[in-house]
């Protein structure tokens, strides 16, 4: 079902450098930097309770396309806000599911979840809705044996590392467990403050009030928030952190003065604060953010340009992930100058960039990162972690930056079962990129051997340094 | 002349699957949603005067890029305002276009012309200095035959339904005429209020006048110019229109109070409107619009970020649609955000996206369409209705919104014989872009030819309510 | 070493058309009609010093790669403006070089060098740790050689003639030297008066007393500074000058009263113009420039949109052109409205247009070329001048604007011995891009022949007015 062709270039030249660069990656262990798996399901190793609970429901890639084909998100079994009732029937979902799978042709979400239903659970069948009924109970009754609980599944996925993303105020309850449990995986938290950094942001309040608990002393200033900060990082630190995690509207950097920063939180704590109060805040905490990393060395992770809960009355019903964060255009050069102005020069500090924006890829990403020490290129993100989106990234970025600049790949995914299929397309499409390069004699063979082994492992470990 | 592979990649491979997709569609009907065909040479059914006149004096597309390599106007035949002396000899302007014929090597507009004067007037010869004339007299001598009147091209050329533009105030006598003939061919209206919405537009005041004659109440309000436009929206419905045309300088929407409208109106009626109250009276139109399509069922169409008659000199001595229409930088996620979250959930409400700003296809674009239920993606309009811009289109917006959130094709065109080169063109480029995915095992081929006789035919159909 | 086939696709129908289009202006003079080779080498024909000296320290694409990996600028020769030592071990820093070369892999800079240590100084050894001295030695003991002095490489490169690029003020005593000397070379300046049109840059009113000191009237007004431009641009002429070129932070243009001109001029004589009185000036000085072009027939070079010295640290410590001048996004259609408006129609007038924001290709300058006479595009820029870039241009601009409204190759390069290597890449991306259009049966191959000798060498040579 799955062909062992898939992703690579027709063209038999071609076809035959990146089957055997692939080859040479196939089996490395998974290394997984960034993502958003839940650490309660490896911390309490329950079984996963159904296909639907498992494949749909937490995948707002999944629904959104649906959901865009006029398929209300009630009878996809999303709960709503106020407790009106939705679609239980998992089956029934399900049975959906498989009649508009068509929808998905071309795009990556079918290509991971072919493979994800080939690999890992054995189904020989194309989901449809004929076949839909059949390949759920295939699946419900394999996620019943023990070979499919999140432990063995992960030790089965050959994953070295993985990092998930957690809240400032995350207590790490489930990463304490997992690393008191005798199971060996190494599984970390990453450090991710945008719920206390946005000051206007719902349950800002309660962000810090949970900080303050959490820490050895009452958020009442920015004096005390920062300090609470640091010591959030020196905790999550000791809980295995190497890195750090921003979502931001925008990149844009700027450096207030002590007393501007105190005057704006007290306005927030006051419940005062204003829009452009919190631009200029979070342009602030970034550059704190960068100080810090230089201090305790966890590596920066920016992530700016989603436009998030921009179908309103759906937020309003469903909450956020509802697939209606949309991207904006994204401006890195000047947003980012006092930054690395102050800190892009220093060699104890690492920067990942991402974007939606691919406009900024050729025009600014790679020449920064050709330049700034400090600067590594995520990989591509969210709607550009694709077939053709990670083949544009490496086409527009690598002859300004070369591939060393860059952070090698991350799944940045929440669907645990699907991160090996995630891997193995970066692996195929990096390949075929490497093996169109050697057959248009623009590297060799034996360079593009190391190369690919550098894209598929070696980079994410050392700009995540890990291991 | 014409090859039989044109436009498949050269692949071994995706030819053959290119071809067999491509067998599978070349000769289903024509589907026009979308077009500025003039509807009164169906009406009348005239033979076309002579070859320069139906060839090069109409189409914006060929005299721009002679003018662009020095070749005045004038000698090309285009009238000028001032009624000064512009060449007249037909066959001397087709001589200066014969020479210069090269100039469009790699364009779509020599690609659609050679495969007109193939197929639609059996000419053998490549067109240059040396064939000109011999051409010409080949095509004029068929144009005074009866089987190269409209009406017989039409029928020959397989046309379904042909849907025109035409401003609110067209009294539409040319789709009576049509539709009371005993022709049997489904021609319908297209509603543009363009004209009666931009304020500061030259010659709005007419437009105005023109309302009020044609509709049961004189504009003198903000409230009786809406009534006017629901009056002919519902005229337009009545004469077969099913969708309406929106050409702005940017997607900008905002709904104003009744009050601020009628405001900005009284000050447009008295000739004092500014470029801000046409600005943000446009986007509380746009605002309008929708919640008349929500209630008719005309489906909306937005085509932005055109800056028209940018070369003044030229508008002052031709007037518009001279070639200087040129692109501008486009915003979609922040401008159409208000009228999104009021309508964008309506699953009576379709809304067709156009962009002359490439970036935006898959950073806002193809999100967008991939989410909410009344957008869809509007093929490549204009500069971008080409093989290149056609295959990138594909390329950036399929693994976001697949293919489903698309609206088909449609040819956009004022010149009538070169209708059936535009949709071979697009159906071939759709052929060879299923035949990579096909060849990359992205997709199995049984699914590529489903979705190319969509592509074709049953997309534009669905979208545009036709049939 | 260097693959015969090097940059064509390895599709064996297309590689044959390539190979068969490459063939025909392989041998073709080289034509150089922008770049930034130092004319005081070819004036004094000395014996270039040593490979470091050639190859590495003069060349920002070399070093801002090696310094993005966190390698000091010192540890690679680069002088510091407080005379702090820096390493002068040449052959450590080739050493430092080599051992990082697979930094360069799959780019541009690591394809010409290859290129040009294989064609030029016949190195047969991939360059790395371990090569690196060997190579070092074989190269410096060819510089020593009568073969290696810089003219005899001009005229091994086949080069027929080489614009250098030159400031307002410079005394083009070197370009004296070469037309007075007995060597038939046709070496030209260009006249760029960036730094006396630069109000707040550094150095501007020493620049200004230089331009005093260099024609007949002291520049004291406004009137004055223009008289002498104007001065200065006829010299430039009279020794050999068919262009100008302007680097700008963005294409606005905008026309001064003649009163305000004088204004913001005095203000800067008297040391106190601001950022917008710089940006208006500037804006203004393009139209002036404009002007000046109808009249005396210099081609109009305009390269917009880099933010120099990024890295202000760097800049304060090492000068200017260190590798962190980041592309920002740029606007073409609204900037250039009163340039275009003014200018653009006139036969006279040529205006070479550049780009770092590729976005803009299709969307904007395209357009702009595909209509007005005055502009030509000209080819992909700094960042962008290399094989995927290259195949992005025409790929985004040649469906719009033709390839008659591109102004062919230049090498815009300081790196003396990379030039044939350059030239070669250009012609075989063009001759790839050609070789696909016969293939898709877009073009005829007898068509490509032709094509391919306008863009090698006729392009080049119209739209500079050279021979």
Redesign the interface.
């Known amino acids: 079902m799955i062909?062992p062709?898939?992703?690579?270039?027709?063209?038999p030249?071609?076809r035959k450098v990146a089957r055997e660069l692939h080859r040479r990656v196939v089996d490395l262990p998974l290394i997984c930097p960034h993502g958003h798996v839940d650490p309660s399901i490896l911390a309490e190793n329950r079984p996963f309770p159904d296909p639907t609970d498992l494949i749909i429901i937490p995948d707002h890639y999944v629904f959104?396309?649906l959901?865009?084909?006029?398929i209300p998100l009630e009878r996809l079994g999303i709960s709503r806000r106020d407790g009106e009732p939705v679609e239980t029937d998992q089956r029934k979902i399900w049975q959906t599911f498989g009649e508009n799978f068509?929808?998905?042709?071309?795009?990556?979400t079918r290509?991971w979840l072919e493979q994800e239903l080939a690999e890992v659970f054995g189904i020989e069948k194309?989901l449809d809705g004929e076949t839909a009924m059949e390949i759920y109970d295939e699946i419900a009754a394999k996620l019943a044996t023990p070979e499919y609980r999140p432990r063995e599944l992960y030790d089965r996925f050959n994953i070295e590392v993985l990092c998930t993303t957690d809240a400032a105020t995350d207590s790490l309850e489930h990463h304490r467990k997992i690393r008191e449990s005798d199971w060996e995986a190494d599984v970390r938290p990453t450090f991710r403050p945008d719920w206390a950094i946005h000051l206007i942001g719902p349950g800002w309040k309660e962000e810090i009030d949970r900080l303050s608990q959490l820490t050895s002393k009452e958020v009442s200033s920015y004096k005390d928030f920062i300090a609470a900060l640091e010591e959030r990082r020196a905790f999550f630190k000791s809980m295995g952190a190497t890195a750090t995690d921003h979502g931001v509207a925008t990149p844009r950097t700027e450096e207030l003065s002590a007393a501007e920063a105190e005057k704006i939180f007290a306005r927030a704590l006051a419940g005062n604060a204003t829009g452009e109060d919190n631009d200029r805040f979070t342009a602030h905490m970034l550059m704190e953010m960068a100080r810090m990393s230089v201090d305790d060395g966890l590596v920066m992770q920016i992530h700016p340009g989603s436009?998030r809960n921009?179908?309103?009355?759906?937020y309003e019903t469903f909450g956020k992930d509802m697939?209606?964060?949309?991207?904006?255009?994204t401006?890195y050069?000047?947003n980012l100058?006092p930054l690395?102005?102050k800190y892009?020069?220093d060699?104890r500090f690492t920067l990942v960039l991402f974007t939606?924006?691919?406009?900024t890829y050729?025009?600014?990403l790679?020449?920064?990162?050709?330049?700034?020490?400090a600067?590594r290129l995520g990989p591509p993100w969210w709607?550009?972690d694709?077939?053709?989106?990670m083949t544009r990234f490496r086409?527009?970025v690598?002859?300004?930056?070369?591939?060393?600049?860059t952070a090698g790949f991350n799944d940045d995914t929440r669907a645990f079962p699907s991160i090996p299929a995630r891997h193995d397309c970066s692996r195929r499409i990096d390949a075929n990129f490497l093996a169109?390069?050697v057959?248009?004699?623009?590297?060799?063979e034996s360079?593009a051997e190391?190369?690919i082994v550098d894209l598929a492992i070696n980079l994410a470990k050392q700009t995540y340094r890990l291991g």
Request: glycine residues 8%.
């Open positions: 062909h062709d898939r992703f690579f270039d027709p063209d030249a071609i959104r396309m959901y865009s084909q006029g068509h929808l998905f042709l071309g795009t990556p290509s194309t436009y921009h179908n309103r009355a759906l697939g209606s964060d949309i991207p904006t255009a401006e050069t000047g100058l690395l102005n892009g020069n060699a939606l924006d691919e406009s050729s025009r600014e790679a020449p920064l990162a050709g330049h700034y020490p600067v709607f550009q694709s077939r053709e989106g086409e527009l690598t002859e300004t930056a070369g591939i060393y600049n169109r390069l057959c248009e004699h623009v590297i060799r360079e190391q190369m």
